[in-house]
T-cell receptor, first 117, second 114 residues
Framework: AQKVTQAQTEISVVEKEDVTLDCVYE???????LFWYKQPPSGELVFLIR??????QNEISGRYSWNFQKSTSSFNFTITASQVVDSAVYFC??????????????FGAGTTVTVRA | NAGVMQNPRHLVRRRGQEARLRCSPM?????VYWYRQLPEEGLKFMVY????????ESGMPKERFSAEFPKEGPSILRIQQVVRGDSAAYFC????????????FGPGTRLTVL
Protein backbone atom coordinates (compact mmCIF):
# COMPACT_ATOMS: atom_id res chain seq x y z
CA ALA A 1 0.00 0.00 0.00
CA GLN A 2 1.22 3.46 -0.88
CA LYS A 3 2.26 5.19 2.30
CA VAL A 4 3.19 8.53 0.83
CA THR A 5 1.24 10.19 -1.94
CA GLN A 6 2.42 13.14 -3.94
CA ALA A 7 -0.48 13.74 -6.26
CA GLN A 8 1.24 16.43 -8.32
CA THR A 9 3.53 14.90 -10.89
CA GLU A 10 4.78 18.15 -12.39
CA ILE A 11 4.45 21.82 -11.56
CA SER A 12 5.67 24.62 -13.79
CA VAL A 13 5.87 28.21 -12.58
CA VAL A 14 7.43 31.47 -13.59
CA GLU A 15 10.20 32.85 -11.46
CA LYS A 16 9.05 34.67 -8.31
CA GLU A 17 5.78 32.75 -8.14
CA ASP A 18 5.04 30.70 -5.04
CA VAL A 19 4.66 26.95 -5.41
CA THR A 20 3.14 24.48 -2.97
CA LEU A 21 3.88 20.77 -3.10
CA ASP A 22 1.35 18.45 -1.54
CA CYS A 23 2.22 15.36 0.47
CA VAL A 24 -0.30 13.02 2.08
CA TYR A 25 0.86 10.08 4.17
CA GLU A 26 -0.66 7.00 5.68
CA UNK A 27 0.48 5.22 8.82
CA UNK A 28 -0.93 3.42 11.83
CA UNK A 29 2.00 4.33 14.03
CA UNK A 30 1.56 7.11 16.55
CA UNK A 31 5.25 7.95 16.32
CA UNK A 32 6.58 8.63 12.88
CA UNK A 33 8.80 11.02 11.00
CA LEU A 34 8.31 12.97 7.81
CA PHE A 35 10.98 14.28 5.48
CA TRP A 36 11.44 16.31 2.35
CA TYR A 37 14.34 15.75 -0.03
CA LYS A 38 15.34 17.66 -3.15
CA GLN A 39 16.86 16.02 -6.21
CA PRO A 40 18.29 18.64 -8.59
CA PRO A 41 19.12 17.79 -12.21
CA SER A 42 22.60 16.73 -11.12
CA GLY A 43 20.97 13.74 -9.43
CA GLU A 44 22.05 13.85 -5.81
CA LEU A 45 19.52 13.82 -2.98
CA VAL A 46 19.58 16.76 -0.61
CA PHE A 47 17.93 16.60 2.81
CA LEU A 48 15.64 19.58 3.44
CA ILE A 49 13.65 18.96 6.60
CA ARG A 50 12.53 16.39 9.18
CA UNK A 51 9.40 16.52 11.29
CA UNK A 52 8.28 14.14 14.03
CA UNK A 53 4.65 13.28 14.62
CA UNK A 54 4.50 15.11 17.93
CA UNK A 55 5.58 18.43 16.55
CA UNK A 56 2.94 20.11 14.43
CA GLN A 57 4.59 23.47 14.51
CA ASN A 58 5.06 24.86 11.06
CA GLU A 59 8.55 25.75 10.02
CA ILE A 60 10.09 28.38 7.84
CA SER A 61 13.62 28.33 6.51
CA GLY A 62 14.37 31.19 4.17
CA ARG A 63 12.07 30.84 1.18
CA TYR A 64 10.98 27.36 2.25
CA SER A 65 8.11 26.63 4.58
CA TRP A 66 6.36 23.47 5.70
CA ASN A 67 2.82 22.95 6.90
CA PHE A 68 2.26 19.77 8.93
CA GLN A 69 -1.36 18.86 9.70
CA LYS A 70 -2.00 15.57 11.45
CA SER A 71 -5.77 15.96 11.07
CA THR A 72 -5.44 15.63 7.31
CA SER A 73 -2.24 13.52 7.31
CA SER A 74 -0.51 16.11 5.22
CA PHE A 75 2.95 17.63 5.18
CA ASN A 76 2.97 20.27 2.48
CA PHE A 77 5.95 22.24 1.28
CA THR A 78 5.90 25.80 -0.09
CA ILE A 79 8.62 27.60 -1.96
CA THR A 80 8.09 31.34 -1.84
CA ALA A 81 9.33 33.59 -4.64
CA SER A 82 10.66 30.65 -6.62
CA GLN A 83 13.96 30.84 -8.46
CA VAL A 84 15.35 28.90 -11.39
CA VAL A 85 17.70 27.07 -9.01
CA ASP A 86 14.64 25.59 -7.30
CA SER A 87 14.00 23.47 -10.38
CA ALA A 88 14.27 19.90 -9.14
CA VAL A 89 12.31 16.82 -8.17
CA TYR A 90 11.05 17.02 -4.61
CA PHE A 91 10.34 13.90 -2.59
CA CYS A 92 8.30 13.54 0.55
CA UNK A 93 9.18 10.53 2.73
CA UNK A 94 7.93 8.75 5.83
CA UNK A 95 9.74 6.72 8.46
CA UNK A 96 7.70 4.61 10.84
CA UNK A 97 10.48 3.67 13.24
CA UNK A 98 8.62 4.63 16.37
CA UNK A 99 8.36 1.15 17.85
CA UNK A 100 10.76 -0.91 15.82
CA UNK A 101 14.38 -0.48 14.95
CA UNK A 102 13.59 -0.24 11.26
CA UNK A 103 14.08 3.29 10.06
CA UNK A 104 13.72 2.85 6.33
CA UNK A 105 12.16 5.64 4.34
CA UNK A 106 9.05 5.25 2.22
CA PHE A 107 9.14 7.83 -0.55
CA GLY A 108 6.40 9.44 -2.56
CA ALA A 109 6.66 9.39 -6.32
CA GLY A 110 8.10 12.89 -6.38
CA THR A 111 6.97 16.20 -7.85
CA THR A 112 9.00 17.76 -10.64
CA VAL A 113 9.17 21.52 -10.24
CA THR A 114 10.24 23.62 -13.19
CA VAL A 115 10.85 27.31 -12.61
CA ARG A 116 11.02 29.35 -15.80
CA ALA A 117 12.92 32.59 -15.98
CA ASN B 1 33.86 16.09 6.92
CA ALA B 2 33.27 13.75 4.02
CA GLY B 3 29.72 12.81 3.20
CA VAL B 4 28.45 9.47 2.04
CA MET B 5 30.67 8.14 -0.71
CA GLN B 6 29.62 5.80 -3.44
CA ASN B 7 31.66 4.26 -6.19
CA PRO B 8 31.66 3.85 -8.98
CA ARG B 9 29.47 6.77 -10.01
CA HIS B 10 28.70 5.12 -13.33
CA LEU B 11 28.86 1.43 -14.08
CA VAL B 12 28.21 -0.30 -17.38
CA ARG B 13 27.70 -4.03 -17.48
CA ARG B 14 26.61 -6.50 -20.11
CA ARG B 15 23.77 -8.87 -19.43
CA GLY B 16 24.91 -11.76 -17.29
CA GLN B 17 27.81 -9.96 -15.64
CA GLU B 18 28.06 -9.04 -11.99
CA ALA B 19 27.76 -5.52 -10.61
CA ARG B 20 29.32 -4.46 -7.33
CA LEU B 21 28.32 -1.13 -5.84
CA ARG B 22 30.19 0.30 -2.88
CA CYS B 23 29.09 2.70 -0.18
CA SER B 24 31.13 4.30 2.58
CA PRO B 25 28.88 5.94 5.18
CA MET B 26 29.50 9.27 6.82
CA UNK B 27 31.95 9.24 9.67
CA UNK B 28 30.19 8.16 12.85
CA UNK B 29 27.29 6.52 11.02
CA UNK B 30 26.82 2.81 11.55
CA UNK B 31 23.57 2.35 9.65
CA VAL B 32 23.38 2.02 5.88
CA TYR B 33 20.38 1.92 3.58
CA TRP B 34 20.22 1.11 -0.12
CA TYR B 35 17.52 2.53 -2.38
CA ARG B 36 16.88 2.07 -6.08
CA GLN B 37 15.50 4.65 -8.46
CA LEU B 38 14.26 3.19 -11.71
CA PRO B 39 13.90 5.55 -14.69
CA GLU B 40 10.96 7.92 -14.26
CA GLU B 41 10.16 6.44 -10.86
CA GLY B 42 10.64 7.37 -7.25
CA LEU B 43 13.01 5.83 -4.78
CA LYS B 44 12.30 2.36 -3.46
CA PHE B 45 13.84 0.92 -0.34
CA MET B 46 15.94 -2.18 -0.85
CA VAL B 47 17.86 -3.08 2.30
CA TYR B 48 18.90 -1.71 5.67
CA UNK B 49 22.12 -2.84 7.32
CA UNK B 50 24.10 -2.25 10.44
CA UNK B 51 27.66 -3.43 10.81
CA UNK B 52 27.66 -7.17 10.06
CA UNK B 53 23.86 -7.37 10.29
CA UNK B 54 20.99 -7.13 7.86
CA UNK B 55 18.10 -5.42 9.65
CA UNK B 56 15.53 -5.33 6.86
CA GLU B 57 15.84 -6.73 3.35
CA SER B 58 12.16 -6.63 2.50
CA GLY B 59 12.81 -4.50 -0.59
CA MET B 60 15.45 -6.73 -2.11
CA PRO B 61 14.55 -8.88 -5.11
CA LYS B 62 14.60 -12.50 -4.01
CA GLU B 63 17.21 -13.59 -6.52
CA ARG B 64 20.52 -12.22 -7.75
CA PHE B 65 20.72 -9.35 -5.22
CA SER B 66 22.69 -9.38 -2.00
CA ALA B 67 24.12 -6.81 0.38
CA GLU B 68 26.66 -6.74 3.15
CA PHE B 69 28.17 -4.27 5.56
CA PRO B 70 31.28 -5.87 7.04
CA LYS B 71 32.96 -4.86 10.24
CA GLU B 72 35.69 -3.21 8.22
CA GLY B 73 35.21 -1.55 4.86
CA PRO B 74 32.32 -0.24 2.83
CA SER B 75 28.89 -1.67 2.36
CA ILE B 76 28.55 -3.65 -0.86
CA LEU B 77 25.44 -4.16 -2.97
CA ARG B 78 26.00 -7.05 -5.34
CA ILE B 79 23.88 -7.87 -8.34
CA GLN B 80 24.65 -11.14 -10.05
CA GLN B 81 23.79 -11.96 -13.67
CA VAL B 82 22.47 -8.49 -14.37
CA VAL B 83 19.56 -7.96 -16.72
CA ARG B 84 18.43 -4.82 -18.55
CA GLY B 85 15.74 -4.23 -15.95
CA ASP B 86 18.45 -3.69 -13.33
CA SER B 87 19.45 -0.44 -15.05
CA ALA B 88 18.77 2.24 -12.47
CA ALA B 89 20.34 4.67 -10.05
CA TYR B 90 21.30 3.03 -6.78
CA PHE B 91 21.55 5.31 -3.79
CA CYS B 92 23.14 4.59 -0.49
CA UNK B 93 22.23 6.54 2.63
CA UNK B 94 23.62 6.50 6.14
CA UNK B 95 22.44 7.62 9.53
CA UNK B 96 23.39 7.37 13.18
CA UNK B 97 20.62 4.86 13.64
CA UNK B 98 18.28 6.66 15.99
CA UNK B 99 14.59 6.81 15.26
CA UNK B 100 13.75 9.64 12.95
CA UNK B 101 17.29 10.72 12.26
CA UNK B 102 17.79 12.09 8.80
CA UNK B 103 19.47 9.86 6.28
CA UNK B 104 22.23 11.43 4.26
CA PHE B 105 22.51 10.21 0.74
CA GLY B 106 25.47 9.51 -1.44
CA PRO B 107 25.64 10.72 -5.04
CA GLY B 108 24.38 7.41 -6.37
CA THR B 109 25.69 4.82 -8.79
CA ARG B 110 24.12 4.83 -12.23
CA LEU B 111 24.06 1.26 -13.49
CA THR B 112 23.52 0.67 -17.19
CA VAL B 113 23.05 -2.87 -18.43
CA LEU B 114 23.68 -3.32 -22.12
Amino acid sequence: AQKVTQAQTEISVVEKEDVTLDCVYETRDTTYYLFWYKQPPSGELVFLIRRNSFDEQNEISGRYSWNFQKSTSSFNFTITASQVVDSAVYFCALSEGGWSNDYKLSFGAGTTVTVRA
Amino acid sequence: NAGVMQNPRHLVRRRGQEARLRCSPMKGHSHVYWYRQLPEEGLKFMVYLQKENIIDESGMPKERFSAEFPKEGPSILRIQQVVRGDSAAYFCASSVGLAGNEQFFGPGTRLTVL
